[in-house]
């Protein structure tokens, strides 16, 4: 028998208030439990029987429309308070439309872009049934070797700031009267925090860091979600200097309530509290919970413990029942915000069809996204490719449907992927050759057909398609060795002894170690794993129909052994000199990576020059710098500007970000941009998180990457 009636808006609190004072405590330990459906076997009579019986709020990984339908009917029918159900999914890069992994979506340096794949990626996810995406991850991401790097927007804190607030209004927009429109998703901030710190980039291992590192690199992403609105945040699986994250009262109290003043819902990770006993930290079940209760961790996502062992604990009076009250108000708000309580089928078959017919309008934004993520990294003069070149195009994955997905895809189909092999053979360009065997014979007998060999010798260019696969990067894809193949590495060898005319498209996940590539691609074109539009937005790249504009968000190392490899390091005592002993260095390699933060090439060329600072009041100030294309093509280009404080109460790393703008300038155009700098430029915080401004001497520098030339740095003094 129904009790409930719509409701929103100002009503929320007297309304959750009311519904709470209706419920029994088994039917309010089920709304803070989470099942993921993998734990039951995927069956669905199952999932019937736990909504029947009031133990579940919410399911993680249903994702059709009439699945979702069917168990919202049972909830709201079958059950006494006919409490909906939310349904929750990774939706981390497109839903329906497979849009570049985010990684590759943070060198579009483009946060209208980013906003914009997230607002399409909610209402394709939203018509399926959807509520609530886990995304996005906001942790910095400075070792290649985790494979989640492909999750992230790279290893600069205030990139991930900007990007992770473009995903969060992008899913949730605006909400009207507490509100979420229906094309919209809840939006949830992780993994909170600090997991990408994991030694040795293994995914899962220990954390062990300072709070003043803490403070500025890991927790400033979270505060901007935060002041965004986001409405849920997930922790993390790691341990936290001794505490498992999920357990972290420090963390989770201390920081993310009191600090950052969060009042959204926490999720733990998946079967992430179960985890906290093999941490070694919780004694049974029953500790856990009680400690993560005691952290005001709201939903125990898939582990199961809350459902099995909260009741007796209350019975018992370990954990009060009012605790348990504030998780479930949060969990309930939620709901309220989505007004399921007004429709709990805020989607259904018909409106899923709609959605699905507006996919294909929607590639036109994933080509557009993936064009703007692919970065150039080396060109020797052979692209863009002429209307006159014979090119080939070959390699391990010029046809490779599933590499294009990537981690996290969720109704993309491989099917619908645009491979740089279908996309050349769409084009019927008589000069154009397509060498799909060519990889597979090779790697047989380490031999070429002989008409491939003619072939070869023939033609101006060749276009090798070489990477890693899609499963090679993601949760769980830590690697130790990043470096091309072998197979794919001998590929282009031999390919170059026929013909040196070498341009490599490579795909994959993470930063990759290319030094042993680089003497064969003359050409370097940085494609990541682009979604479903990524041999059309690649072949435009390379035919120049779209001049690269893409600037790397993380650093590539030259050798594993650098790792954790980032432009914004601290200086040392001794800072570094390639050939001088005892300064920071390696005795066998130089610290330089190959490729630094914030660099992309273009087929023109800009130019940065004429810097001017104009003071205009105390701690104030503009400057000024032009920038102009000087080749004949038009371009866009990214302009960084970075800071560097010469001492401080804490030392502060050699440069950081904090601002760029991204221009477009038509050929020889020039433009003079202006940035405003104050104070707030310049805040930090210490290790309790609160916000400092040291007075005294910095650097301002701005350049077309983190390497900036001598003319474009200017000192200027705050004051207190
Ligand atoms: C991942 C989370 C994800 C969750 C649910 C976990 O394994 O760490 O990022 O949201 O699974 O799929």
New binding site residues.
């Given amino acids: 028998m129904k009790v409930l009636k719509a409701t929103s808006g100002i009503f929320e609190d007297s309304f959750i208030k009311s519904l709470l004072s209706k419920m029994t405590i088994e039917e309010k330990i089920g709304q803070v439990n989470q099942v993921?459906t993998s734990i039951y076997g995927g069956k669905e009579e199952h999932y019937e029987k736990l909504v029947r019986n009031g133990s579940v709020g919410s399911f993680?990984?249903i994702k059709e429309i009439e699945k979702a339908n069917k168990l919202q009917k049972v909830a709201v029918e079958e059950t006494r308070l006919g409490i909906p159900l939310l349904f929750a999914e990774?939706v981390v890069h497109g839903f329906l439309t497979t849009f570049p992994i985010p990684l590759a979506e943070s060198c579009t340096w483009n946060s209208e872009l980013i906003r914009k794949t997230a607002e399409i990626a909610a209402e394709e996810a939203a018509a399926a049934g959807i509520h609530w995406t886990?995304a996005p991850?906001v942790d910095v991401s400075r070792d290649a070797r985790w494979g989640r790097v492909a999750e992230s927007f790279g290893e600069d804190t205030f990139l991930t700031e900007e990007f992770g607030a473009a995903k969060v209004t992008g899913f949730q927009g605006n909400l009207c009267n507490g509100q979420l429109d229906r094309n919209r998703l809840i939006a949830?901030g992780?993994?909170f925090a600090a997991y990408s710190e994991a030694e040795a980039g293994r995914d899962y291992n220990t954390v062990d860091l300072s709070s003043y590192k803490l403070a500025n690199v890991y927790l400033p992403p979270f505060k901007r979600l935060i002041d965004e609105g986001v409405l849920t945040i997930?922790s993390s699986?790691s341990l936290l200097n001794g505490i498992p994250a999920t357990t972290n009262k420090k963390l989770l109290i201390d920081i993310l309530r009191e600090k950052l003043s969060f009042s959204g819902l926490l999720i733990s990770?998946?079967n992430a509290l179960q985890e906290t006993i093999t941490h070694g930290f919780s004694k049974d079940y029953e500790d856990a919970v009680k400690k993560a209760i005691d952290c005001q961790l709201d939903v125990d996502?898939s582990s199961l413990l809350y459902l099995n062992t909260l009741k007796e604990l209350i019975h018992r009076q370990v954990i009060n029942e009012s605790s348990l009250d504030k998780a479930v108000y949060r969990l309930l708000s939620l709901k309220v915000k989505l007004g399921l309580f007004e429709n709990p089928y805020r989607s259904s078959p018909e409106h899923y069809a709609t959605i699905i017919n507006k996919s294909k309008e929607y590639r036109e934004t994933a080509r557009q996204v993936a064009e703007e993520s692919i970065v150039l990294l080396k060109n020797e003069e052979l692209l863009p490719l002429k209307n006159t070149d014979k090119v080939g195009f070959t390699g391990k994955y010029l046809n490779d449907h599933n590499s294009m997905l990537d981690t996290w895809a969720c109704k993309g189909s491989a099917q619908e992927i645009i491979t740089v092999a279908q996309a050349v053979s769409e084009k019927k360009n008589k000069q154009y050759f397509i060498l799909e065997d060519a990889y597979n014979d090779f790697k047989k007998d380490r031999s070429f057909k002989k008409e491939t060999i003619n072939l070869i010798s023939k033609l101006d260019k060749i276009v090798v398609v070489l990477g890693e696969k899609a499963t090679d990067s993601g949760?769980a894809k830590s690697k130790a060795i990043l470096g091309i193949e072998q197979d794919q590495l001998e590929f282009t060898k031999a390919i170059s002894t026929v013909n040196p005319n070498i341009i490599v498209a490579l795909m994959n996940g993470r930063p990759m170690i290319v030094s042993t590539l680089l003497p064969y691609a003359k050409s370097l074109v940085e494609t990541w794993h682009l979604g479903c539009e990524a041999g059309s937005a690649i072949l435009n790249i390379l035919e120049g129909k779209i001049n690269p504009s893409g600037k790397l968000t993380m650093t590539f190392p030259r050798h594993e052994g650098q790792l954790p490899i980032y432009y914004n390091h601290h200086h040392t005592g001794r800072p570094y000199q390639l050939e001088k002993f005892n300064t920071t260095r390696y005795i066998d390699i130089s610290n330089e990576p190959e490729f630094q933060f914030g660099f992309g090439l273009s087929y023109t060329n800009f130019s940065i020059d004429n810097m001017q600072v104009s003071k205009l009041k105390k701690n104030s100030w503009q400057v000024s710098i032009d920038v102009a294309n000087l080749g004949d093509r038009d371009g866009q280009e990214v302009v960084q500007l970075y800071i560097g404080a010469k001492f401080g109460t804490y030392a502060r790393p050699v440069k950081e970000l904090r601002d760029y703008r991204k221009i477009k300038l038509v050929a020889k155009e020039k433009k003079t941009l202006c940035f405003q700098i104050d104070r707030d430029t310049f805040a930090y915080y210490d290790e309790l998180f609160n916000k400092l401004v040291d007075a005294g001497e910095y650097l301002i520098m701005i350049g077309n990457s983190s390497q900036i030339e001598q003319k474009n740095m200017t000192r200027i003094e705050v004051e207190e």
Avoid: A, P, R, T
């Fill in positions: 993921g993680l990984s990774d886990f991850m949830c992780k993994h997930m699986f990770d998946w996502m949760e």
